[in-house]
């Protein structure tokens, strides 16, 4: 039973120098260092948008309650006004 395809064989040592640095540039083939912290830096990443998005919707949140205040109590003064008015 033949592992390899035909013909790599004959690769030699020079050959495998070659496709391992190839391997390595090609992105086939990383230390387990670097992966480690690209997914440790995607993961703050990730935290830390996390938290941006609960700031901004707890404070759009909070906006909508001031805005929805303001307008019922424009809405109260009209109505009182249109009251005086009327009298």
């Known amino acids: 039973m033949e592992i390899l ?8 040592a020079q050959g495998l120098v070659v496709l391992f640095v190839l391997m390595i540039f090609l992105g ?6 670097w992966v ?3 997914m440790r830096e ?3 990443t990730i935290a ?3 938290q941006t998005i609960e700031a901004l919707t707890s404070a759009a ?5 001031s805005v929805q205040t303001a307008a019922y ?7 009182q006004a249109t009251k005086a008015g009327d009298e």
């Open 61 to 65: 949140q909070a906006n909508a309650v």
């Open 28 to 33: 086939w083939l990383l230390p387990k260092r």
């Open 42 to 44: 995607k993961d703050e």
């Open 5 to 12: 395809p035909p013909g790599w064989q004959d690769i030699g």
């Open 36 to 38: 480690d912290r690209s």
């Open 73 to 79: 109590a424009l809405h109260a003064i009209e109505k």
């Open 48 to 50: 830390f948008q996390r």
